[in-house]
């Protein structure tokens, strides 16, 4: 069911919410946190969608509020227009959409803050544009997890170094998420043998996407020795950007390549290669990853504020 409001308020979005609750059985209890997603007008769908599917393993309120940055300046006449959307078309969650026209685009913390589930933990996730310092945003501020996506800025790799020198615990990026099944794959070869230690390592991907500069500084960080990036051009890399990371041993070299989005190939020295599970994952799945922990990723801190270390 879907209830459209034009040029409403938040009281108002509120007082129908909770009809809807009276008058069909819906209910908040069972959410077990709040995601408010901050995109732009026109732009809000992929992430319903995705929040929809994250949210058959988290229950959970979704707060879509979105704007048109050009109509602040423009001087638009400020107005809110507003959709609720509960059971078939919410998923397991609620969705309020909330779309933000000329000055109100200024105040987000107001506009959202009445619809915030009482005592549960809040989300704060951009999944297109991502403001300057997350966690000093509006949305940010009330927020315990903020979730970005450097790989949709202009420059990713610039957007990587911004967030490292604004990190704050709960700061997390999608680029870090996408690269989750590598690491794990990467973890597992170097506890089979040959037992020698790593003397060099390459990463071969797109360099203009972040998930590859952060593999790169997660193998630099963990063994503690020389990475080369390469350009993979025109071969396989999924949404993670990686086609190929090879490990350089005194008995050879073990490596993993990417040959389709959800087929790898692993090699090591004296073995048969074989294939093995490196499935591109969807929006949901990489949002359904970060929504299961919320406490702070030490790790992903580290290895950002190791790739803002290196010479540029």
Same mark, same amino acid.
Do not use: N
């Given at each position: 069911m879907i209830i459209r409001l034009s040029r409403t308020n938040t009281a108002e979005v509120q007082r129908r919410m909770l009809e809807i609750r009276d008058e069909g059985g819906v209910v908040a209890l069972g959410r077990v946190l709040t995601l408010v997603v901050h995109t732009q007008i026109g732009a809000e769908e992929e992430a319903i969608r995705a929040a929809n599917q994250a949210s058959?393993?988290?229950p959970m309120r979704v707060i879509v509020v979105s704007r048109n940055p050009d109509s602040i300046n423009a001087g638009e006449e400020a107005r809110l227009d507003a959709e609720l959307r509960v059971g078939a078309d919410a998923g397991a969650s609620e969705?309020?959409?909330?779309?933000?026209?000329?000055?109100?685009?200024?105040?987000?913390?107001?506009?959202?803050?009445?619809?915030?589930? =009482?005592?549960?933990?809040?989300? %704060?996730?951009?999944?297109?544009?991502?403001?300057?310092?997350?966690?000093?945003?509006?949305?940010?501020?009330?927020?315990?997890?903020?979730?970005?996506?450097?790989?949709?800025? %202009?420059? =990713?790799?610039?957007?990587?170094?911004?967030? %490292?020198?604004?990190?704050?615990?709960?700061?997390?990026?999608l680029a870090w998420t996408r690269l989750t099944n590598w690491r794990a794959h990467m973890a597992a070869l170097l506890d089979q043998p040959p037992y020698e230690p790593v003397r060099s390592g390459v990463v071969i991907g797109d360099l203009a996407n =972040?998930?590859?500069?952060?593999? %790169?500084?997660?193998?630099?960080?963990r063994l503690r020795v020389p990475i080369e990036q390469i350009e993979a051009g025109d071969t396989p890399t999924g949404s993670s950007g990686l086609h190929a990371v090879e490990l350089r041993r005194?008995?050879?070299?073990?490596?993993?390549?990417?040959?389709?989005?959800?087929?790898?190939?692993?090699?090591?020295?004296?073995? =048969?290669s074989h294939n093995v599970a490196l499935s591109t994952r969807g929006l949901e799945d990489q949002?359904?990853?970060?929504?299961?922990?919320?406490d702070a990723d030490d790790m992903y801190r580290q290895v950002l504020l190791s790739i803002a270390e290196e010479p540029r």
């Open positions: 058959r393993e988290h969705v309020v959409l909330l779309q933000c026209y000329g000055e109100l685009g200024s105040h987000l913390l107001g506009i959202v803050q009445g619809l915030l589930l =009482p005592d549960a933990p809040v989300v %704060a996730w951009w999944p297109s544009f991502m403001p300057e310092t997350p966690s000093a945003s509006q949305l940010g501020q009330i927020s315990q997890r903020r979730i970005t996506d450097s790989g949709k800025q %202009a420059d =990713p790799r610039q957007a990587i170094l911004t967030l %490292a020198g604004c990190y704050t615990p709960g700061d997390t990026d =972040p998930s590859v500069h952060l593999m %790169a500084g997660w193998l630099r960080l005194e008995s050879g070299s073990s490596s993993l390549t990417r040959m389709r989005d959800s087929v790898g190939v692993l090699q090591q020295p004296g073995q =048969p949002l359904a990853e970060e929504l299961r922990k919320l």
